[in-house]
């Protein structure tokens, strides 16, 4: 994490904390009248700008559920597990924090109501308490407050932006509005502040917007001791100025901190709304931050240029089991983004769900310019994915794997090349005679779900000449991983024999992570998430070249 906060720093010029910032400051955003109103782009948006102005900034998320983590959760129940580069099962708008600040986060960065209980229970159980009786209030706004300041203690960050999950009113989230009603008192008014997002919503009927949704969570903040600073309004149509004063008066804010967030063609949009609406220069004068430097958003700038005048179009088939739910795969489709605007193309991801593909394969995936076989758990839709695998590899068409995606095209290789049949992972089928696909020896011994698979960023040492070497263009590259079954080193020479190379070995344990077959255009599986790592202004090298590949595939098919 050093070595890129020192990179980042170079490319900005950053305010002197000594002369500027005489502690850090906290900014708190709060949600009201619905859920997935979009907190995390706001946060991460309003980041930026900061950012991009030189100062320090990192953000945190504060999830009211009591799971540990989001790790044992179904993508159906919260979407898309992201998986920071220390291990931690986090939540998916870690992945929007560091796609829009390039820097990585940690498990310092999302904190649970799992967490929070667990460490004071901990710490009762093990007599800290001295015998008094454990409360909400102090003991469990305490520990919500140290987490809150963890990123001061640890990072010297200049500003720390707070996103607290759910909604106002929800009985979940009220410690952590005490909290921050405590920590504000604590640390003096000019050092915090609160950003309250909420819906003005658009009655077609009546042909106008209606501020009382918002009034009535202001209201609510409000029975908790917290007066919003700023109003973040998402809204389908413009809000006029009587309007804004109106929301002003009822809500005792001032009219140029009532800021309009209106739907955008692309979260990437947001910034820069944001910066029409002066957000960030409200925000320093709240916080009374004097810095100098304006907002440099060209590398921004240029990306939104690329992404919205593609020259070229391809069409990718994302096959995978939870495709009802596009947050699932969140991280794949917005590194698809990025790698589009690198090729100045247009990517139309079509989601493909496994199970459908049982049968008339070629039908269904024959117009696809390439096809990725997503990351999972589990037996359902294997066989839709092999089909699918099968399908590229005799057809030549640009094929990437990611995790059980590339687990998958092994299995499917050892079936169909070398004969064996009965071949597969033991995740599938514990009993097969050729588990090319097995459980890592670490995780046998392991009974418990809940943070126990090979989790993080490890190293991975790649060989040359090879697809992977020229994706990355040098040999030692580290990736995130989160995974139980790895490939069974047991058949490796006898695949390679066949012609699957493994190209990608971690240095201190062996274990296969690239799988490539240097007679197929196109045709990689990687064991760990390259998805995790694709940002704005550092798109992910391979989704880069699957890109270029399928361009080249479709020129191809026309000539």
């Known amino acids: 994490m050093e070595d890129n906060r020192r990179a980042l720093r170079k490319s900005h010029t950053f305010v002197s904390r000594s002369e500027k910032i005489d502690m850090t400051k906290y900014i708190f955003v709060t949600g009201g009248v619905t859920s997935s109103l979009g907190k995390g782009i706001i946060a991460a948006s309003l980041a930026k700008l900061l950012q991009s102005r030189g100062l320090n900034v990192s953000i945190q998320k504060f999830d009211p559920y009591i799971n540990v983590d989001p790790g044992t959760l179904n993508p159906y129940e919260h979407g898309e597990c992201y998986v920071t580069n220390d291990g931690a099962e986090t939540d998916l708008d870690l992945g929007h924090y560091e796609r829009f600040?390039?820097?990585p986060t940690s498990r310092a960065n999302n904190v649970t109501t799992g967490k929070i209980y667990q460490t004071v229970?901990?710490?009762?159980?093990?007599?800290?308490?001295?015998?008094?009786?454990?409360?909400v209030i102090p003991h469990i706004t305490d520990e919500i407050?140290?987490?809150m300041r963890l990123m001061e203690e640890d990072n010297n960050y200049d500003v720390v932006?707070?996103?607290?999950?759910?909604?106002?009113?929800?009985?979940?989230?009220?410690?952590?509005?005490?909290?921050?009603?405590?920590?504000?008192?604590?640390?003096?008014?000019?050092?915090?502040?609160?950003?309250?997002?909420?819906?003005?919503?658009?009655?077609?009927?009546?042909?106008?917007?209606?501020t009382k949704p918002t009034q009535h969570s202001v209201k609510e903040l409000l029975m908790t001791g917290i007066q919003p600073d700023i109003l973040v309004c998402r809204t389908e149509h413009p809000l006029p100025?009587?309007?804004?004063?109106?929301?002003?008066?009822?809500?005792?804010?001032?009219?140029?901190?009532?800021?309009?967030?209106?739907?955008?063609?692309?979260?990437?949009?947001?910034?820069?709304l944001m910066l029409k609406e002066k957000l960030d220069k409200i925000v320093l004068k709240k916080l009374n931050l004097k810095v100098k430097n304006d907002p440099d958003l060209t590398a921004w700038k240029t990306f939104l240029g690329k992404l919205k005048n593609p020259t070229k179009e391809v069409s990718i088939a994302l096959v995978g089991k939870y495709n009802e739910l596009p947050d699932a795969y969140k991280s794949i489709y917005e590194s698809f983004v990025?790698?589009?605007?690198?090729?100045?193309?247009?990517?139309?991801?079509?989601?493909?769900?496994?199970?459908?593909?049982?049968?008339?394969?070629?039908?269904?995936?024959?117009?696809?310019?390439?096809?990725?076989?997503?990351?999972?758990?589990?037996?359902?839709?294997?066989?839709?994915?092999?089909?699918a695998i099968t399908y590229?590899?005799?057809?030549?068409?640009?094929?990437?794997?990611?995790c059980l995606g590339m687990q998958c095209a092994v299995v499917e290789y050892a079936k169909n090349v070398l004969g064996w049949t009965e071949a597969a992972s033991t995740e599938v089928n514990a009993n097969t005679p050729y588990p090319v696909i097995n459980l890592m020896e670490d995780q046998k011994s392991i009974t418990t779900k809940g943070g126990t698979m090979r989790l993080g960023a490890y190293n991975c040492k790649i060989s040359k000449p090879s697809l992977a070497y020229k994706i990355y263009g040098k040999v030692n590259i580290e990736e995130r991983h989160r995974h139980r079954y790895e490939f069974n080193n047991d058949y490796l020479e006898q695949l390679e024999a066949a012609g699957l190379k493994a190209t990608g070995l971690n240095p201190d344990n062996g274990l296969v992570e690239i799988i490539e077959l240097p007679s197929h255009p196109f045709f990689f599986g990687v064991q760990f998430h390259p998805e995790l790592k694709s940002?704005?202004?550092?798109?992910?090298?391979?989704?880069?070249n699957f890109v270029s590949a399928a361009l080249q595939h479709k020129l191809e098919k026309k000539a």
């Open 101 to 103: 600040l390039s820097m």
């Open 121 to 135: 229970i901990e710490k009762e159980r093990a007599g800290d308490f001295l015998g008094k009786t454990v409360q």
């Open 145 to 147: 407050k140290r987490r």
């Open 161 to 210: 932006i707070t996103e607290i999950g759910g909604t106002v009113g929800d009985i979940e989230s009220l410690p952590y509005l005490e909290a921050i009603r405590q920590l504000r008192r604590d640390v003096g008014q000019d050092n915090a502040i609160v950003i309250h997002l909420t819906l003005i919503p658009y009655l077609s009927a009546a042909k106008e917007l209606k």
């Open 241 to 272: 100025k009587d309007l804004r004063d109106k929301l002003a008066l009822f809500c005792n804010v001032e009219s140029s901190a009532v800021i309009e967030a209106i739907d955008a063609d692309t979260i990437y949009d947001v910034p820069l």
């Open 338 to 387: 990025h790698a589009g605007a690198v090729n100045e193309c247009k990517v139309r991801v079509v989601p493909i769900h496994s199970e459908s593909l049982m049968d008339h394969v070629e039908e269904k995936l024959k117009g696809f310019d390439g096809i990725l076989v997503a990351p999972g758990f589990g037996e359902r839709g294997i066989i839709g994915k092999i089909k």
């Open 392 to 402: 590229v590899r005799e057809n030549n068409i640009p094929f990437f794997g990611i």
């Open 535 to 544: 940002t704005v202004e550092n798109p992910h090298p391979i989704f880069v």
